[in-house]
């Protein structure tokens, strides 16, 4: 090993350590008491500590040599280092064990302020500004926040992520387990993902206290044994055409939303995403891309002769340029409210319905007050196909037919009730 000259007392000086340093001279220069200088390169100097443990030699290295202090270690700095991990040495502690465990301690408190200040609620709003992109659901992008904000914020919203556990997930879902099945199982599997996305960056280890099996299916029943069949609240068939009289007797987009939309028998998101894009006044045909189907599949919706004039009625109101959405809100480029048509059923005194009520109503119309095959009413509404066969088979969208059930449902929306409305012809079959 390397000697150093000039040594004060069998020691290293301030001087000779700053001159060692700067020739890059590789070596390792004693300073006693097991305390070394090591030269790597130019100005590449550092501070080691060699010591036995458990009759093993070790090298402990104590930090950069810098002559100022600033940027490592001056000699006298490096000395008292070297000599608090004598002091462990003495005390039966190993320094390198001891150093491990305070920047593993040091970095567990780092990652707990950093979870403390992820709550549940702003992390379930990072989940959804992450995720929301691709819910082409525009009921389904609602309801994420509506139904955390009115069952999980209040409990846990403020609660560190990190922190939350099965009984802050229970404390959820208990009171609506029972009374609300769908909504609570929603919540749950909404309260999982929001955990797992925080798992998932860091901001908390452990199981998912949200997880159904084997955790809390063996704590709350399932569904399937609470569930109460819940039907969307409908208007009776045969009290539609004053209900529609009604409906166009009041003012704004929403209600004329609301006529288009049972004109068509179609879904709330379906009627209030509509474009101008997709829609032929001439053919009398409006093309509902899939990304906006509940099926996933393309679905062309004949167009009568009332919901045409719905339509002209907003394009008459067109004034926005550019504007594609039929019903536009009061954003721009942006459609009208997914609460607007509930909101106005409130203001007619209908709250008690539900606007996907409405397809029930024709749909029980179509059974009762018509001789529809069942093939066509169910195109109508665009239902997937159960059985599997009949699909394989069925190539067609029954379009022709479905054309003239909808001009006889305009038309039977108009009239009092009374007789057993005739077939138009050509429904009488399914082919």
Same mark, same amino acid.
């Given at each position: 090993?390397?000697?150093?000259?000039?040594? *004060?007392? $069998? %020691?290293?000086?301030?001087?000779?350590?700053? !001159?060692?340093? &700067?020739? @890059? /001279?590789? +070596?390792?220069?004693?300073?006693?008491?097991?305390?070394?200088?090591?030269?790597?390169?130019?100005?590449?100097?550092?501070?080691?500590?060699?010591?036995? *443990?458990? $009759? %093993?030699?070790?090298?402990?290295?104590?930090? !950069?040599?810098? &002559?100022? @202090? /600033?940027? +490592?270690?001056?000699?006298?700095?490096?000395?008292?280092?070297?000599?608090?991990?004598?002091?462990?040495?003495?005390?039966?502690?190993?320094?390198?064990?001891?150093?491990?465990?305070?920047?593993?301690?040091?970095?567990?408190?780092?990652? &707990?302020?950093?979870?403390?200040?992820?709550?549940?609620?702003?992390?379930?709003?990072?989940?959804?500004?992450?995720?929301?992109?691709?819910?082409?659901?525009?009921?389904?992008?609602?309801?994420?926040?509506?139904?955390?904000?009115?069952?999980?914020?209040?409990?846990?919203?403020?609660?560190?992520?990190?922190?939350?556990?099965?009984d802050d997930v229970l404390g959820c879902l208990n009171p609506i387990?029972?009374?609300?099945?769908?909504?609570?199982?929603?919540?749950?599997?909404?309260?999982?993902?929001?955990?797992?996305?925080?798992?998932?960056?860091?901001?908390?280890?452990?199981?998912?206290?949200?997880?159904?099996?084997?955790?809390?299916?063996?704590?709350?029943?399932?569904?399937?044994?609470?569930?109460?069949?819940?039907?969307?609240?409908?208007?009776?068939?045969?009290?539609?055409?004053?209900?529609?009289?009604?409906?166009?007797?009041?003012?704004?987009?929403?209600?004329?939303?609301?006529?288009?939309?049972?004109?068509?028998?179609?879904?709330?998101?379906?009627?209030?995403?509509?474009?101008?894009?997709?829609?032929?006044?001439?053919?009398?045909?409006?093309?509902?891309?899939?990304?906006?189907?509940?099926?996933?599949?393309?679905?062309?919706?004949?167009?009568?002769?009332?919901?045409?004039?719905?339509?002209?009625?907003?394009?008459?109101?067109?004034?926005?340029?550019g504007e594609d959405f039929i019903f536009p809100g009061a954003r721009?480029?942006?459609?009208?409210?997914?609460?607007?048509?509930?909101?106005?059923?409130?203001?007619?005194?209908?709250?008690?319905?539900?606007?996907?009520?409405?397809?029930?109503?024709?749909?029980?119309?179509?059974?009762?007050?018509?001789?529809?095959?069942?093939?066509?009413?169910?195109?109508?509404?665009?239902?997937?196909?159960?059985?599997?066969?009949?699909?394989?088979?069925?190539?067609?969208?029954?379009?022709?037919?479905r054309a003239k059930l909808m001009a006889e449902w305009a038309v039977?929306?108009?009239?009092?009730?009374?007789?057993?409305?005739?077939?138009?012809?050509?429904?009488?079959?399914?082919?």
């Amino acid at each position: 090993m390397a000697k150093a000259a000039g040594k *004060l007392n $069998g %020691k290293l000086t301030a001087i000779e350590c700053k !001159a060692l340093v &700067a020739t @890059g /001279k590789p +070596g390792a220069h004693a300073d006693g008491g097991n305390l070394y200088l090591r030269i790597a390169g130019a100005a590449a100097g550092k501070w080691t500590l060699r010591y036995m *443990l458990a $009759g %093993k030699a070790r090298e402990m290295g104590l930090g !950069a040599f810098d &002559a100022d @202090g /600033k940027r +490592g270690l001056t000699l006298g700095q490096a000395r008292e280092a070297a000599a608090d991990a004598q002091r462990m040495l003495r005390d039966g502690v190993d320094p390198l064990a001891h150093r491990k465990a305070e920047a593993e301690a040091e970095a567990a408190r780092a990652a &707990a302020a950093v979870a403390k200040a992820h709550t549940f609620r702003t992390v379930a709003e990072l989940y959804i500004a992450a995720h929301e992109a691709g819910w082409r659901n525009l009921k389904h992008r609602a309801q994420w926040p509506s139904t955390l904000g009115a069952y999980a914020y209040p409990k846990i919203g403020k609660k560190a992520v990190g922190e939350i556990t099965t009984d802050d997930v229970l404390g959820c879902l208990n009171p609506i387990w029972n009374a609300k099945p769908e909504t609570a199982t929603r919540l749950r599997g909404r309260i999982e993902a929001v955990l797992d996305y925080a798992a998932a960056r860091g901001w908390r280890m452990g199981e998912n206290p949200a997880r159904w099996r084997g955790h809390l299916s063996n704590l709350l029943p399932r569904r399937s044994k609470v569930a109460r069949v819940e039907h969307h609240a409908a208007l009776p068939w045969q009290d539609m055409a004053p209900f529609m009289a009604r409906v166009r007797a009041q003012p704004g987009t929403a209600a004329k939303a609301l006529l288009f939309c049972i004109l068509t028998a179609t879904r709330t998101t379906e009627t209030l995403g509509a474009r101008w894009s997709e829609v032929d006044m001439g053919a009398a045909v409006w093309v509902v891309p899939g990304d906006r189907m509940k099926a996933g599949r393309e679905h062309r919706v004949p167009l009568s002769a009332d919901a045409l004039a719905v339509l002209r009625s907003m394009e008459a109101e067109r004034t926005a340029e550019g504007e594609d959405f039929i019903f536009p809100g009061a954003r721009p480029n942006r459609p009208l409210s997914s609460m607007s048509m509930l909101m106005l059923l409130r203001r007619m005194k209908r709250g008690d319905l539900t606007v996907h009520g409405f397809r029930s109503a024709f749909r029980d119309w179509c059974e009762e007050a018509t001789s529809t095959p069942h093939a066509v009413a169910e195109a109508a509404l665009a239902h997937t196909i159960g059985d599997k066969v009949e699909a394989a088979y069925r190539r067609g969208d029954l379009f022709q037919k479905r054309a003239k059930l909808m001009a006889e449902w305009a038309v039977f929306c108009e009239k009092a009730p009374g007789a057993i409305i005739p077939l138009a012809p050509g429904l009488a079959e399914a082919g």
